[in-house]
């Protein structure tokens, strides 16, 4: 191994080309192996490099080891992935920044085509076990043909990136693209989120392909299959709200209203039946408010992202904030209420004081179902305009 001029005493930090990270949690079975891989690596690439171990709090000896083996550690308090990854590249001195799980399933010797990718500028590069090899027993079944190819497949269609595999752990990227990206998350979601924002920011992305072999570990992984594959999939759901919500609820709200209106003008146009009008009426009803709030709750989502600098900039979002304010949509909620409690009122006034023939019957309750309609989405309204102010109160601190 080439000696690291940090750990010889020089101090000085632009030395360091490569940073190996390894995220741990009890791996003092497993630390030697990824330790001499990553030493390897370096010898054999002729780097300039260290190698970080950042421990979450580790009950075994891995601290020990880890520094036995010629790696610094990092000590990490909070729990979680993305806590452990975001501390050790903090305190990383290199240009580069190679991360990879301890548990052996990654050889760290094999990252000199990162290192390639990343001196020939590339922003992020990414490890891909499904262009390379998955070695018997590496992977569970229900991940490598349901969960991960199904998240990938999702994440290169609500960000637009060609990447194969999404929550590959091995993998390198620049400390300049890290200090700009704001990582927030302390999950695996890390692993999204990374990619994401990367995607996102239109920033130079590349794969490589990589061998994952069968982790070295005695004891149960740490990744969860159902909780983490949720917390990757609400994240993606979190971080492009207009595909995910937005887009789906204009559709579904817009077939609801086709739906209305084709009930409403079928006398006009001598087509359908008053008695068949309610059923159609109502179904239609419930595609728009369940289409409006999709439509809603993705505008939160994409607030929310804004605040807790999860997201792109969002310029149109901006400008409309300028205008729709909390008053504004109270007025406007408490008006589409109040008209839809009128209508109500006014059909049970028909229908108690007069006796009303059939088609008659029918079309009061088309009345009614539509006067609901408008009382649920004025009410909806009414609540996400307090909602949205309370998401905004953050992004109003910090306007100039």
């Known amino acids: ?81 993305g806590n452990a990854l975001r501390a050790g590249f903090r305190s990383a001195r290199g240009k580069y920044l190679i991360m990879g799980d301890a548990d052996a399933s990654y050889d760290f010797s094999a990252a000199m085509p990162i290192v390639e990718q990343l001196r ?16 018997p027993g590496a992977m569970p079944w229900s991940h490598r043909w349901i969960g991960n190819p199904v998240l990938s497949w999702l994440g290169r269609r609500l960000f637009r990136t060609s990447i194969s595999d999404f ?11 890290f200090d700009r990206l704001g990582l927030r998350t302390t999950g695996m979601e890390f692993a999204t989120e990374l990619v994401a924002k990367a995607a996102l920011g239109n920033m130079r992305i590349s794969e490589v392909p990589i061998v994952l072999h069968p982790d070295g570990r005695s004891r149960s992984p740490h990744l969860q299959s159902w909780r983490d594959g949720w917390r990757h999939l609400s994240f993606m759901l979190l971080m492009s709200p207009v595909l995910a919500l937005i887009v789906p609820g204009i559709l579904i709200a817009t077939l609801g209203l086709g739906g209305m209106a084709a009930v409403l003008f079928a006398p006009v146009i001598g087509v359908g039946s008053p008695h068949m ?28 992202g804004l605040e807790a600098e999860l997201g792109p900039a969002a310029p149109i979002l901006e400008r409309l904030s300028a205008y729709v304010s909390l008053e504004r949509g109270l007025v406007v909620g ?12 006014l059909v049970a006034y028909m229908r108690i004081k007069a006796q009303l023939g059939v088609d008659e019957v029918a079309r009061t309750i088309n009345y009614m179902i539509i006067g609901t309609t408008v009382c649920a989405l004025g009410a909806q309204t009414v609540l996400m305009a307090l909602f949205y102010s309370m998401l905004d109160i953050g992004r109003q601190s910090r306007r100039p």
Do not use: W
């Open 1 to 81: 191994m080439v000696a690291n001029p940090i750990e010889t005493g020089t101090g000085d930090d632009d030395l360091v080309e490569v940073s190996f990270v390894m995220p741990c949690l009890d791996e003092a079975q497993t630390l030697p192996t990824c330790i001499a891989a990553a030493q390897r690596c370096i010898s054999e690439g002729r780097l300039t490099a260290e190698i970080i171990v950042a421990d979450n709090g580790s009950s075994d000896d891995s601290v020990k080891v880890a520094e036995a083996h010629g790696a610094r550690v990092v000590s990490v308090t909070n729990r979680g992935y």
């Open 120 to 135: 020939g500028g590339h922003d992020l590069v990414m490890g891909s076990r499904f262009k390379g090899e998955i070695l």
């Open 167 to 177: 929550h590959c752990g091995m993998r390198g990227l620049t400390k300049e693209v």
């Open 277 to 304: 009008g309610p059923h159609a009426l109502a179904l239609g009803g419930l595609f728009i408010v369940l289409g409006y709030q999709s439509m809603t709750m993705g505008i939160a989502a994409r607030l929310f």
């Open 334 to 345: 408490v008006l589409m209420f109040v008209a839809g409690a009128v209508t109500v009122g």
